[in-house]
């Protein structure tokens, strides 16, 4: 009889159980369940600071340009949407543009993390996103000399959205060295192991015309990292003014007046911070609100985007810039290259080498008061053209010279101007010598200053 | 019968959220603190070896009755513990990573209830559900290490010097979860097995599955252990293959089956331990007796959001483990053999 | 004592009535106990001079044979001068063979069983035992080919309704003094023919008593088909799976006698039940024993992805995409979010609609006859396949899952009960709490699956508790050769208890 009792006491658990969570769960509240057409699928997350000290957080998201429900999606078309909002802190500026969209963004599958040049303390974005449940571990991490408004906002159509190929070209670019590891938890990882040193890509928008001067723009535009104040005041008075009005304008108004103000805030942004570039306001996106998919507001672009150096991160502050050479060189070093292009001459024609990274010896000793850390790298060589034996001895020198010369120059700016440890010094300190380890970890810069780095390249026909 | 894989499942279950301080003194810790488990179980195979077929309750009940019933009730007051530690631990890591889900309560409530089910329906229910569980388990286990495999590297390794107070610490904070010693003096009856060889192949099985389990996350997640609080739903996380984007949700079922056997089992053994001290009452009314208690303070917990240890963990579960998992048995075998003679 | 039996007899008390010596008391009591039945056929007839009465039941002895095998016997039967009763007893059961089966009986209710199996009785006057004569000629299906348990490469012989016939079918196919039917009727009205089938020394005696001891178990007024026995051979734990495997297949039968279970035949149905029989044993068919092992091993993995898909797979769907979207990949992701935007309801909403729909649908199809059964299937095409998705009520994804499950689970039709309703217990599970409400669902049927066991074997055998040796057959198949040299029965997996 007891058995029989249990059951049914059993059974009418079980109900009750299953009518408490109906009524909890359609409660709108907390654990009000959410379909994914309520939720703003962001793509990827961009992070400016306002001069006023400001968060400026722009979501790029899902908005289908599709045509019937067969085809809901229409690859042709640019299929993404930007919306900003700016609050004291990130997560502050996200709740204001899901209020603005009256959805909840569902973070878990934005692929990005874009700080815009103004970010100058990176810690409060790593904070957020360790902290924030959902995003990704393998989230990538990149700075951009714009700011990370603008780069989200453009259109192209190569991809379903511009996150997509922004990714899709960090991938491309980490095998052939011109991108450093990007990825949210490598970042961590660096920043716990060395008190906060890292390095990341810089994300710069192609330019009609002036593709040429890149490297020299680079320089000119490198003191403004992460130093918002520097910019004129006209500037922040323009930006001020804009930003109160769009807010108001989206948050009250229809959507068509709420796009005009945005489209208006985001020339005269891109007019007044592009004081090295003046040329980007042709293309920089109109996309503030909502309904910034309309076609015919910008054209949209097959590609837009190029990976050009990158930036160092100490004490979790942007500190320098790496050129793309340099960025090479400590790819060659650090994780290895799967195939990089190094042009040699021979005589006076000129060939196409193509190198990969097969092998890497490291070994650390003490000389002198000094730390020698000796990194062989180990090179796989392909020619495209066909050489006789003695010509590809001397392609191979000639590539090894190259290569040797962006290890250096890596090194100098990394190691030598910043004193940074982006080389993996502390794992290789930890691996082969406890004591300077420990050393390390309690005066850093001062170990760190007594490291030499020797190259040794070895080819492997 | 299938014991075995019972004692296994949650030993690996255990350790899939573990606390990282410093993977050395981990290591060191965990493995010393095996060492002792070791040694820990000898009295109770002793005493399998007198009584295989009755378990230590029976053996008290028959010595003495009054000391028999406050033998299960401690016990049963043990599982209870254990039960609303796993409870408060599982609500969390509910908190946590899925905060917006649903009401803890009602996470909670349903494993409950689910187990209740499975202690109700009786060990061979739940030892076979086990052994489906593990299965499970590995196969999640195996998936996410190998979708990992490309993104593990040696570099990600930091060597620590180990310090001895996190080492005992270490194996303090293991020792005092090896609520297992309480699961063998009751359930050993129904082994079909030799004790001695169920009781260390499932300590092997655990020392291997943590091991395991220390040196994929160490791989992969390298100084990101830090700060992370469940390192092995990073794991998940981080994991990537090309038709799931993350695993962290796809180890979430592994983890609850996990959990509702562990619960099970013990809401199984405090209705045990209660049917033998009190013969007159009908056991699975004992059993809803015990599950509702479990779930009541453990809801009591869970909802004011309490979920560090606390004294009942530290001290109250520490010494009933002991006390009825090393000292009772070494009682029985030694006092009971005077007796014979 | 004649006068007593004539006060007595009645259709309550006739079972164990003696029969009345003299003849016509013993028509009158027939004609009292059947109530004047019209299909109670009585011939009185004179034998060398003396009284008898054959008699039959319409439709169920055949005319032919009763003409030629008791008619012109009897007539053709002379002693000089009269007959007593004794000598014509003793022709009838000594000095003839007038047909295969011939009982003697001797109260009413033996004499009515045998004329409701299509027997024909001759009573003798003054005498106080009849004869019965197994003439059955009662109109049956002839031998057709199965129709639940469909095959490509087994027999095409399906049982059908006739126990006789279908004994004789599973007598053909093992041939050896070791296969043993025993006959015992159930269900006080009914009295219907239940026969178990073993092979002595490959079935534990333990089981083919219990089998035995759970059937007397059986007090029932009718037994018209297979259900009514199968709770009495399940046992105690109450499941949702079934421990007796269910087949009209004979092949299938006697593989599984040879495999050391015990049959149950039912007269009147074209099913057997076979016990005890594991879970794994719903995703084995005939054919996999006729096609080469390779072949067999992929297509059994098929089936358990099936059964999983049949199960879990619309449940999972709506878990992932309402509660864990980051599980998804990205572009995945935002197909199934663009396609959802122009949907009325959620999508936990639509899944729940649609499968209601598909179960409307598969109930309608095998309830309608075959010509309209046809018609359904357009009806279903049409509404759910084309006008849901234009009218942009349903997403298409959606309904392709739906689809791909509905085709899983015709993959597995013994489960097909199970499957339907787990299914949509998974889809409200996971609708409302996501993985953790698939996984307590999950967890709720692991239990219910493992605390069945089937005659001291868990139901659930070779994968838990795991069993090395039986798993041959669960994840492959191997090849005779194989099989023939180790023999694995049930009664070998880890944790059974021999009974």
Known sequence: MSRFGLKKLLIIAVCVLFVFSLCSCNATGRYEKRDLDEKIIVHALGVDITDDGKYEVTLQMLAQQGSGSSTPIDPSKPNSATVSQIADTIPAAIERCETDLGKKAFL?????????????????????????????????????????????????????????????????????????????IRHIDNIENTNGTTVMPIIKKIKDNKKTSDEEENSSSDES??????????????????????????????????????????????????????????????????????????????????????VIVKNQK???????????????????????????????????????????????????????????????????????????????????????????????????????????????LNHNDYVLYEEYRKNQEEVLKKVDINIKITPQI | ??????????????????????????????????????????????????????????????????????????????????????????????????????????????????????????????????????????????????????????????????????IWHEIYYELSRFSELLLFPILYPYVKEKAGKSIYGAIALKLIFVYLIITVCVLTLGSYLNISKFPFFDLGAYAETFIIERLDAFLLPAWILVAFVKTALFMFVAKIALATGFKRVKSNVLLLIVSVAALAVSLAAVLQEKWSFNVWDKGVLSILIIGLGVLLPIAYCFGKGDENE | MEGKTVVKVNENNYETALISKSLKQALLDLKIISGKTM??????????????????????????????????????????????????????????????????????????????????????????????????????????????????????????????????????????????????QIGSDSKTDVCIAYITDKAPQGVVDKVKENLDKIDLDTILTTGYVEPFLEGKHKSMFSNVLTTDRPDTFCAKLNEGRVGILVDGVPLTLI???????????????????????????????????????????????????????????????????????????????????YELMREAGIRLPKAIGGAVSIVGALIIGDAAVSSSLVSAPLLIVIGLTATASFVIPNLNSQTSVFRMLFIIAGGFAGLFGITICFAFLLINISALESYGVPYNAPLSPFTFKAMRDVLTRPSFKKLGRTKTVVEDVNGANKI
């Open chain 1, 225 to 310: 990292f992460g130093n918002s104040k520097g910019e004129s005041s006209k500037t922040k008075a323009g930006n001020e003014k804009v930003e109160n009005k769009s807010g108001k304008g989206s948050q009250s108004d229809s959507s068509s007046e709420s796009e005009s103000s945005s489209e208006s805030e985001s020339s005269s942004e891109s007019e007044s911070s592009s004081q090295s570039e003046s040329s980007s306001e042709s293309e920089g996106g109109s996309g503030g609100g909502e309904e910034s998919g309309g076609e015919s507001s910008q054209e949209a672009e097959v590609t837009a985007f190029y990976i050009d150096g990158a």
């Open chain 2, 1 to 166: 019968m299938v014991i075995l894989f019972i004692s296994r499942i949650f030993y690996s279950m255990t350790f899939i959220p573990f606390k990282y301080n410093d993977v050395t003194c981990q290591v060191i810790g965990f493995s010393i603190a095996t060492a002792i488990e070791c040694l820990a179980v000898i009295p109770l195979i002793i005493l399998y070896k007198k009584h295989p077929d009755k378990n230590i309750c029976q053996v008290a009940y028959e010595k003495s009755k009054f000391l028999g019933i406050l033998i299960c009730i401690a016990f049963a007051f043990a599982a209870v513990l254990v039960i609303n530690r796993l409870f408060r631990y599982f609500g969390y890591f509910m908190y946590l990573t899925f905060p917006d889900f649903l009401p803890l309560w009602l996470v909670i409530g349903a494993v409950a209830i689910v187990s209740f089910y499975a202690a109700f329906q009786g060990i061979e229910a739940i030892a076979r559900s086990a052994g489906i569980a593990f299965a499970f388990f590995i196969l999640s286990f195996v998936i996410v290490a190998a979708a990992l495999i490309t993104k593990m590297s040696f570099s990600n390794v930091i060597y620590t010097y180990p310090k001895f107070s996190n």
């Open chain 1, 108 to 184: 878990g599958h934005s692929e990005l993390i874009l700080l815009g040049k103004s970010v100058s303390d990176i810690s409060p974005v790593l904070d957020f996103a360790v902290n924030t449940q959902g995003i990704s571990l393998g989230i990538f991490m990149a700075y951009t000399d714009l700011t990370a408004k603008e780069i989200l906002d453009i259109k192209i159509t190569s991809g379903t959205y511009s996150a997509e190929v922004l990714k899709e070209i960090f991938e491309e670019s980490k095998k052939n060295g011109t991108s450093t590891e990007c990825e949210l």
């Open chain 3, 275 to 357: 016990c005890p029989s594991l879970f794994i044993e719903n995703f084995q068919t005939i054919d996999d024993y006729v096609n080469k092992p390779f072949y067999t091993t992929y297509i059994r993995w098929i089936k358990y992805l099936a059964f999983f898909l049949a199960i879990a797979f619309p449940g999972l769907c709506v878990a992932i995409s309402t509660n864990h979207p980051e599980i998804l990949t990205h572009k995945f992701l935002i197909n199934l979010a663009a396609s959802e935007e122009v949907t009325p309801y959620s999508f936990f909403f639509e899944a729940i609609i649609i499968t209601i729909m």
């Open chain 3, 39 to 184: 299909d109670l056929n009585i011939m009185e007839v004179e034998i060398s001079e003396h009284k008898c009465a054959v008699v039959s039941i319409e439709g169920m002895a055949s005319t032919s044979s009763m003409a030629e095998l008791i008619f012109r016997p009897l007539m053709e039967y002379h002693v000089n001068g009269y007959a007593t009763e004794d000598d014509i007893f003793n022709f009838l059961t000594k000095q003839s063979l007038l047909a295969a089966e011939r009982k003697i009986q001797t109260t009413y209710g033996e004499v009515f069983l045998t004329l409701f199996s299509g027997f024909a009785v001759v009573f003798i006057d003054g005498c106080d035992k009849c004869v019965a004569y197994g003439i059955q000629g009662f109109d049956k299906r002839s031998i057709e080919e199965p129709t639940s348990d469909g095959n490509l490469n087994g027999t095409h012989e399906g049982f059908i309704d006739t126990i006789r016939t279908n004994i004789s079918l599973v007598r053909r196919r093992l041939k050896t003094p070791k296969l043993r039917f025993d006959m015992q």
């Open chain 1, 318 to 428: 942007p500190q320098a810039v790496m050129t793309r050479d340099e960025v090479i060189g400590l790819s060659f070093m650090n994780n290895g290259i799967a195939e990089q292009t190094i042009n040699a001459k021979i005589g006076d024609t000129l060939t196409a080498v193509s190198v990969g990274s097969a092998k890497k010896d490291t070994k650390v000793s003490i000389k002198d008061n000094k730390i020698v850390v000796d990194i062989n790298l180990n090179l796989s060589y392909e020619f495209y053209q066909t050489l006789s034996e003695k010509e590809k001895k001397t392609a191979t020198e000639k590539a090894n010279e190259h290569i040797y010369s962006l290890c250096r120059k890596a090194i100098e700016k990394a190691l030598k101007k910043e004193n940074a440890d982006i080389f993996e010094i502390h794992s290789l």
